[in-house]
């Protein structure tokens, strides 16, 4: 009889410690950050030494730039153009509207927050809580470690394909130093020297202070973009006007597929974001980094595609150096080094910005407690996160100098299309408000987020339905489905107004940028899915069981730093 009841006992101990491990899991994975002003930053920090504002309207311009163009406006122009022909502009125009409209979530999201780093890791955090935060960082982080060492690769590949102009290196640098690698285990390893020794160079430049990264930047990215204008330039002069016709020889199908692929050639704007606690003038700033940055972007691809189609049929243009043919073709050798020194132009500033977004996320993470307080340090004297910095650079070189991360790529840009809607969806959330106040009822709010989730459904739905060649009717009703719900969000929400800048036409705007991420999250590589769920089932075993138990939100280490006497506003 005793036995029973302990045995009792210890099931309802259990039990009950279970229940009280559940409920805190919950509790601690809803809480939100508080919105605070943006004249003022809340931040965690072990010291007073904090990030400084260095960062004009012109370097964060340059910094989006930066981090959108790389190698690919070389090689992705004809790649999409041998498919869509001269209506790959077609395609580049509608990817690059669909930037725009994120890009208008980013910039109002950028202007109303606080000017500290964290980017959609912040937004999410805010609009949603901190498990959903800290899920987005994930799978951001996944695509930015992976993206980084990939492009290392690429840019040691190029810097050999320069330094084998000179006739003392041609067919002297062995595979191992700079390109592919020697592969040893079937594949499995493959060592490159030069990679890592790139990344080691330019994790210096980044740990000795963010206005020495900024001055790279700017003059590798200047440089890119002159290199650019002069191909289009001296393309302009080769172009035949009867290699347009017809415009889309295999109808709009394949314009609109190219419009999917070539979306992930703008990426690389939400960059800006992350700088905002290094940006002099956040607030009006931030808007106009993103947006110009983007617009910069979208000119010089639609320049590239009229040139590269007009230069050559559609048909002859070649899949791995499409740009350096044509030239070739037309006898213009000499442009063709100019792509070379411009690719690795681009690729320095796409790797140089894409590591210094990782570290500002971990430093982020890190003020939290949801990643060791070591990610928070910050450097006396530099005034970076070394910590962070050395971290990211460290993995990078790691993947990069041992494994052929080329491989891994069609597992990527699922974190951009995540981090993308989720910010697009932070805007609607944060808007809401109730009819009779300005204050929003959880009623209310969760009504507005469903809709938002039968939106997310319907493109990801309609996605599915045009990758298979699904009959039209699932297509059209998945797609009324999305309209459906936009139209709840229209007529049975309010929205509150804002000062600064704000997004156009919410929640109509936010709500297409989601369903069409969605869309395009539908035709990315299956095995992408499947890294999507896996890192979603690691990250929340991180956050149960270290994430939840070492973030304090209300620790007294939270101090509020003002602008300083004569800071421009």
Known sequence: MGGGQRRTTQNQTTSSASSSCWSHFWSSALRTKPLGSPLEVAVRTNSGDGLVR??????LILLGVGASIGAGIFVVTGT?????????????????????????????????FPAVVGGAYLYTYTAFNELTAFLVFAQLMLDYHIGAASIARSLASYVVTILELFPIFKENIPDWIGHGGQ????????????????????????????????AVNSFMTATKVIIVIIVIFAGAFEVDTSNWTPF????????????????FAYVGFDAV???????????????IGIIGSLLICIALYIGVCLVITGMLPYYLLGEDAPLANAFTSKGLKFVSILISVGAVAGLTTTLLVGLYVQSRLYLGLGRDGLLPSVFARVHPRCHTPIHSQVWVGIVAAALAGLFNVHILSHILSVGSLTGYSVVAACVVAL?????ASSQVSSSTWREGVICLLIVACGGFSAGLCYRFSVSIVFLVVAVVVAILAMGALCFRQVYADLPGFSCP??????AACIFFNMFLFAQIHHEAWVRFVILSIITVGIYAFYGQYHVDPSSEETIIYHRALGEER
Do not use: W
């Not at 990679?195 to 210096?204: G, I, R």
């Not at 974001?273 to 931030?286: I, W």
């Open 54 to 59: 260095r960062l004009g309207m012109f370097d």
């Open 80 to 112: 999409v153009a041998h498919d869509a022909g001269p209506g790959v502009t077609i395609s580049f125009i509608l990817a690059g509207v669909s930037c725009v409209f994120n890009a208008l979530c980013y910039a109002e999201l950028a202007s109303r």
């Open 183 to 214: 592969e040893f285990l079937g594949g499995a390893i493959s060592i490159n020297v030069l990679a890592p020794v790139l990344l080691v160079l330019l994790t210096v430049i980044l740990c000795r202070g963010v206005g020495e990264s900024a």
């Open 248 to 263: 889309a020889p295999a109808g709009f199908k394949p314009i609109l597929t190219g419009a999917t692929v070539v979306f």
């Open 273 to 287: 974001a992350n700088s905002a606690e290094e940006s002099k003038r956040p607030q009006r700033d931030l808007p």
């Open 431 to 435: 808007r809401l408000k109730d009819k």
């Open 505 to 510: 036409g919410v929640p109509i705007v936010p």
